[in-house]
């Protein structure tokens, strides 16, 4: 039987300010979508309310526009798949043996209320199955709840996005909140890399974290090595 991944967008295209255009940071998620393609997996997208997922205007310009984000936009067939993204209720959680949450700013607003994922992420964990993220992408996992009502995150290894890496970015103003401070607040094990913007993968039993775009090669390997072990 093939593997079946479950990838996680946002429908979020702005800020708190609507003329900061933010969306989906295209290649993390078009990384880890070549790197199960490679793998002969079935991939499927979700967003918290269905249709339509935005791109980060950011991540499409030189030099972040890399290959295989480029490819991604020059493919009517995958764009096509961002313009009717499921809602979670389309969803069976049960069908997949991994699901990975891509980032893009856009996601710390939709991404933690969404009961919906809450709970696919809660089935697919609680099944034995894998559960990753990518960059901002770890804002999906802050309010997900076991059964036993523990935060899935409570005392686990992990890493996402950095407030330095915000200010670096100089976008640190415009953030919701500090999501690696709320991570911190919920009893997460929060570790980054000594430099900002280098690929850096962390690995907690099921839990595979990456911290920033440049890690979601690193993050779909380490989840395809798993499935494959």
């Known amino acids: 039987m093939h593997k079946r991944i ?5 429908n979020r295209g702005h800020y708190d300010d609507p003329g900061r255009k933010t969306g989906l940071w295209l ?13 002969g ?21 030189w030099p972040l526009l890399d290959a295989s984000a480029r490819s ?3 493919d009517p ?18 069908a997949y043996d991994a699901i990975y949450f891509t980032g893009g ?22 099944r034995g199955a894998i559960v990753s993220a990518v960059c901002h992408g770890y804002c999906g996992l802050l309010n997900t709840r076991l059964a036993d009502g523990r935060l899935l995150v409570e005392d686990r290894r992990l890493t996402g996005f950095s407030w330095t ?20 607040r919920r009893g997460a094990r929060y570790g980054k890399a ?14 595979v974290t990456g911290q920033n775009p440049a890690s979601a090669k690193a993050t779909a390997r380490q989840v395809v090595k798993m499935l494959k072990a």
């Open 6 to 10: 479950l990838h996680v967008v946002t």
């Open 27 to 39: 290649s993390e998620l078009s990384h880890a979508w070549d790197a199960f393609a490679a793998q």
């Open 41 to 61: 997996y079935r991939q499927d997208i979700v967003s918290p309310a269905g249709g339509v997922s935005p791109l980060e205007p950011r991540a499409l310009k």
């Open 72 to 74: 991604w936009l020059n």
């Open 77 to 94: 067939a995958r764009m096509a798949l961002l313009e009717r993204t499921a809602a979670p209720e389309e969803v069976d959680a049960d």
């Open 105 to 126: 700013h856009g996601v710390m607003w939709d991404f933690p209320g969404s009961t919906g994922l809450q709970d696919i992420t809660r089935r697919i964990w609680e």
């Open 165 to 184: 890496e915000e200010s670096l970015a100089g976008v640190a103003k415009h953030m919701p909140y500090n999501a690696e401070a709320e991570m911190k």
């Open 194 to 207: 000594l430099l900002p913007f280098v690929p850096y993968v962390v690995t907690d039993g099921r839990l």
